[in-house]
């Protein structure tokens, strides 16, 4: 699959569609593919359930980097805050970070440039584009 999106002027936009299909990946029930009507709390998610988004992120050419920090003692309430640095360049220079009280999830994105084949899709074929030629 290849995604595109029009009208994307920065590398905020980018990584506000990277977490806006991140936070989609996240509630959505994997039993029966549909949005789960309910809120997800955050504390519950399995670091499973996010790799497997990022499996799918990656699939459209999205890639997404995950690390695991200890825990923050201070966070009384589970909570996701978005962070950058002071200059942005990238998309690399943004994070997204899940607060729980067993660990902090950072994630970071950044595009993969050749996404003409995807072999780890189960339902992907070979296509021939300028990528893999």
Request: contains cysteine.
């Amino acid at each position: 699959m290849v995604l595109t999106i029009p009208n994307l002027e920065d590398s905020f936009q980018l990584f506000s569609f990277c977490v806006h299909m991140t936070t989609q990946g996240l509630v959505m029930n994997s039993e029966t593919n549909l949005l789960e009507a309910s809120s997800v709390d955050i504390e519950s998610i399995p670091i499973e359930r996010i790799e497997y988004v990022g499996r799918k992120l990656e699939n459209a050419g999205i890639k997404m980097l995950v690390s695991i920090e200890p825990a923050d003692p201070e966070i009384t309430v589970p909570q996701i805050q978005m962070r950058n640095k002071t200059h942005v360049k990238s998309i690399r220079d943004i994070a997204l970070f899940l607060l729980t009280h067993k660990a902090t999830y950072v994630l970071t994105y950044e595009l993969v440039r050749k996404i003409g084949l995807v072999e780890n899709c189960h339902a992907a074929e070979k296509i021939d584009t300028p990528f893999n030629k």
